[in-house]
């Protein structure tokens, strides 16, 4: 999706929200790397009163569906993604069809993760059939762990669980249900692409692909593209940007020294956040993550 027009005119409405005090009961509907499920009530706590929301690293979607806007851009790289989430809000019925008909097997899980090898059976799948794709390879593999190599073609392992929930129907319902009441706009561009038309009164949450800690802890593969630290620095400037523009922001980021001495110039926080990610077990837990706000 190219966006020629300002974002504004993919609304149907200009009025100044705020959070709202009743909410949908729904939540993240994929296991993904990163996400913010647990600390998501945390960040909510610093959104403030906003027109529109950004969120242009958009992933398991965790604070979306926390704050649940009634006006948002929701924006990811991975096209695919994107995809999951439109057949959700357009497609639901038709989706829960489509996963109950997958099998928690081996070989069936490896035939399926093989499909983005041969572009041509590929093109020939249905939005409705690659996001079951999506979300079936989500459930089954190992550690939930969405994976690509440099061509594109996911490439995390069979996870060999017992009894997956693959077609969690009351979710999918649910996320579906909310989607439709929020004026939600979806994209798949770069970040900076996504955030050119933000303005002063809209608030933007970042969760870039996070500075390693380590070369064992480096993981950027959500697409093929990676994330690096060039990626950073041009981060930083539409941070600048944005503060500029006078658009509140909040960044999620490592515990780095690269890190807080590129953003020591905004308010920094520190919060524990839980990672279940990470192919040795003795490094999963609580960690010391940053919130980055310019307000």
Known sequence: MRISTPWSAYFTSKKTFRVRAVQENVGPFLKWAGGKRQIAQVIKSYVPKFKRYFEPFL?????F????????VLNDLNSELINV????RDSPEELI??????????????RIRSLDR????????SPVERASRFIYLNKTCFNGLFRVNKKGHFNAPFGRYKSPKIADESLI??????????????????FAECLKDAEEGD??????????????????????????????????????????????????NSNTEFIRSLYASYEIRYVRA??????????????????????
């Open 173 to 190: 319902w649910a996320v579906s249900r909310l989607l439709l009441r929020r004026d939600v706009v979806f994209a798949s561009l770069d």
């Open 118 to 125: 041969d572009p041509l059976a590929y093109s020939a799948l």
């Open 65 to 72: 569906f926390t704050v649940q806007p009634m006006q948002a």
């Open 85 to 88: 989430y439109k057949v959700i």
């Open 274 to 295: 839980g990672r279940a990610i990470n192919c040795d077990p003795r490094k999963r837990g609580k960690v010391v993550e940053l919130l980055i706000k310019n307000y």
């Open 59 to 63: 992933g398991g979607g965790a604070v």
């Open 203 to 252: 608030f933007v949450y970042l969760d870039p692909p996070y500075d390693p800690v380590s070369e064992t802890a480096r993981f950027t593969n959500y697409s093929s593209l990676g994330f690096g630290r060039e990626d950073q620095l041009r981060l930083k400037e539409v941070c600048d940007w944005l503060d500029q523009r006078g658009v509140k922001f909040v960044l999620s």
């Open 97 to 110: 069809a489509s996963l109950k008909k997958h099998e928690n097997t081996a070989e069936y899980f490896y």
